[in-house]
């Protein structure tokens, strides 16, 4: 870094107004700046970082906000006097601008490029030496510059939220044209006991996704066999992953951790990605340990604004309970904790029963005798824009898992009655 300042203080900058119509403006700019535009009390001492604001401006501002009495006199004994003035001078340039907010978050942007510079430097030098990198450092200020321009203050005049759309398609039906609710951005959290067929399910959704998104791209984690195992098994079921996704659709059975899964993720910049499964990723068996890997799917899809598919497991009690058909899949039933029902824009239950296997008379009016699938949508967080559940569909036999009809093209409610729709719409529309 020290570098890289003499190289700016060597060199005769531009003016000012050359540089702000170019939107140029470097570190050292944006340091001088800030600093006088604290000085004459335009922007507060809790906008800023000292750490932000290159030499010697960084030691006058720890300096002028360690205390509320501290004077211009007390800072010019830590910045020299023609530091000053071309601070003065910065800021007599720009004037009485309105959006002086916003030059604390171009600093910090700023600061954080500098610091991101200096290590990729530093990394490059040694890369090319082929001596040993630790990449570790590189990966953490790559995610602390993705974290700054993403959360970063805006107006609401700037936020574009008139053309956000909750809920997009997805070209499942039971979900566009039941439920309506596939979440834009947001984890999709699928769950269910062992042998229901969460993966076939999920590779169906997926692969809905692409042929309804024709210029998207998707990744498949796969925890539980090697990427070859589960392409040859999944293809079998669904031959139009490889006849018309295979440019479009990443495969992984390699994956070590969530944070690798992230930083792939985000240099890939995936439109949707799904994890088969989610149990496989946890370090440890614990609700702690689940919890920071759902923050951290969670931060992904805020950060990155994608839909994250992710298939889990139930608890042990309620797999239980729900395998010798005592009851049916719940909410809070997401293995170890409650953080999965709580991180889920979109939580679904997948069972396959008939009437003889259940023990309880809910829902009698939708079983038979013969094994049938069955989607529970236990929670949308963002409401229910068609039939309005939580409630269950039951889909008509088919070949192929989780792509039978929807019976009656109705969701049923958790009591056995058939759910009114929003959005009133006839047999032929759905």
């Given at each position: 870094?020290?570098?890289?300042?003499?190289?700016?203080?060597?060199?005769?900058r531009?003016?000012?107004?050359?540089?702000?119509?170019?939107?140029?403006?470097?570190?050292?700019?944006l340091?001088?700046?800030?600093?006088?535009?604290?000085?004459?009390?335009?922007?507060?001492?809790?906008?800023?970082?000292?750490?932000?604001?290159?030499?010697?401006y960084?030691?006058?501002?720890k300096?002028?906000?360690?205390?509320v009495?501290?004077?211009?006199?007390?800072?010019?004994?830590?910045?020299?006097l023609?530091?000053?003035?071309?601070?003065?001078?910065?800021?007599?340039?720009?004037?009485?601008?309105?959006?002086?907010?916003?030059?604390?978050?171009?600093?910090?942007?700023a600061?954080?490029?500098?610091?991101?510079?200096?290590?990729?430097?530093k990394?490059?030098?040694?890369?090319?030496?082929?001596?040993?990198?630790?990449?570790?450092?590189?990966?953490?200020?790559l995610?602390?510059?993705?974290?700054?321009?993403?959360?970063?203050?805006?107006?609401?005049?700037?936020?574009?939220?008139?053309?956000?759309?909750?809920?997009?398609?997805?070209?499942y039906?039971?979900?566009?044209?039941?439920?309506?609710?596939?979440?834009?951005?947001?984890?999709?959290?699928?769950?269910?006991?062992?042998?229901?067929?969460?993966?076939?399910?999920?590779?169906?959704?997926?692969?809905?996704?692409?042929?309804?998104?024709?210029?998207?791209t998707?990744?498949?984690?796969?925890?539980?066999?090697s990427?070859?195992?589960?392409?040859?098994?999944?293809?079998?079921?669904?031959?139009?992953?490889?006849?018309?996704?295979?440019?479009?659709?990443?495969?992984?059975?390699?994956?070590?951790?969530?944070?690798?899964l992230?930083?792939?993720?985000?240099?890939?910049?995936?439109?949707?990605?799904?994890?088969?499964?989610?149990?496989?990723?946890?370090?440890?068996?614990?609700?702690?340990?689940?919890?920071?890997?759902?923050?951290?799917?969670?931060?992904?899809?805020?950060?990155?604004?994608?839909?994250?598919?992710?298939?889990?497991?139930?608890?042990?009690?309620s797999?239980?309970?729900?395998?010798?058909?005592?009851?049916?899949?719940?909410?809070?039933?997401?293995?170890?904790?409650?953080?999965?029902?709580?991180?889920?824009?979109?939580?679904?239950?997948?069972?396959?029963?008939?009437?003889?296997?259940?023990?309880?008379?809910?829902?009698?009016?939708?079983?038979?005798?013969?094994?049938?699938?069955?989607?529970?949508?236990?929670?949308?967080?963002?409401?229910?824009?068609?039939?309005?559940?939580?409630?269950i569909v039951?889909?008509?036999?088919?070949?192929k898992?989780?792509?039978?009809?929807?019976?009656?093209?109705?969701?049923?409610s958790?009591?056995?009655?058939?759910?009114?729709?929003?959005?009133?719409?006839?047999?032929?529309?759905?």
């Amino acid at each position: 870094m020290e570098m890289v300042r003499d190289f700016i203080l060597t060199f005769q900058r531009e003016p000012y107004t050359t540089l702000m119509e170019h939107n140029q403006m470097d570190w050292h700019n944006l340091s001088e700046i800030n600093f006088a535009l604290l000085l004459n009390n335009r922007i507060q001492c809790s906008m800023v970082q000292a750490e932000w604001f290159d030499t010697p401006y960084d030691r006058g501002v720890k300096i002028f906000c360690r205390e509320v009495n501290n004077t211009r006199e007390d800072v010019a004994k830590v910045v020299d006097l023609q530091s000053m003035a071309s601070a003065e001078e910065a800021l007599g340039i720009i004037g009485n601008v309105d959006n002086v907010l916003d030059y604390p978050t171009m600093l910090h942007k700023a600061y954080n490029s500098m610091r991101l510079g200096d290590i990729l430097g530093k990394a490059s030098v040694k890369l090319k030496r082929n001596d040993d990198v630790d990449l570790l450092p590189v990966y953490g200020e790559l995610t602390s510059v993705v974290a700054n321009q993403a959360t970063g203050l805006s107006l609401i005049k700037d936020v574009n939220y008139k053309d956000y759309e909750s809920f997009d398609k997805c070209g499942y039906s039971p979900i566009d044209d039941i439920t309506g609710n596939f979440p834009s951005d947001g984890p999709l959290t699928v769950m269910g006991i062992q042998g229901v067929g969460k993966s076939f399910f999920g590779a169906n959704l997926l692969t809905k996704y692409l042929i309804q998104h024709p210029q998207k791209t998707a990744g498949i984690y796969t925890l539980e066999m090697s990427a070859e195992h589960y392409c040859k098994r999944t293809i079998k079921m669904y031959p139009e992953m490889e006849s018309m996704l295979s440019d479009r659709l990443f495969v992984s059975g390699q994956v070590r951790g969530i944070e690798d899964l992230i930083a792939e993720v985000a240099t890939k910049r995936l439109d949707l990605v799904l994890l088969d499964d989610l149990d496989g990723i946890v370090p440890e068996e614990s609700p702690a340990a689940y919890q920071g890997v759902w923050k951290r799917v969670r931060e992904l899809c805020r950060f990155i604004k994608i839909p994250f598919i992710t298939l889990c497991q139930p608890n042990r009690a309620s797999k239980i309970q729900v395998s010798n058909g005592e009851r049916w899949l719940s909410p809070y039933d997401t293995a170890w904790s409650g953080s999965g029902e709580n991180a889920s824009a979109l939580l679904i239950g997948l069972m396959r029963t008939n009437s003889t296997d259940m023990k309880t008379s809910v829902l009698s009016g939708i079983l038979d005798d013969e094994d049938r699938e069955f989607l529970i949508f236990m929670k949308s967080r963002d409401g229910w824009p068609l039939q309005v559940g939580p409630g269950i569909v039951r889909l008509e036999p088919d070949k192929k898992m989780w792509r039978g009809k929807v019976w009656q093209n109705r969701l049923w409610s958790m009591s056995g009655k058939q759910v009114g729709m929003r959005n009133k719409k006839s047999d032929e529309d759905l």
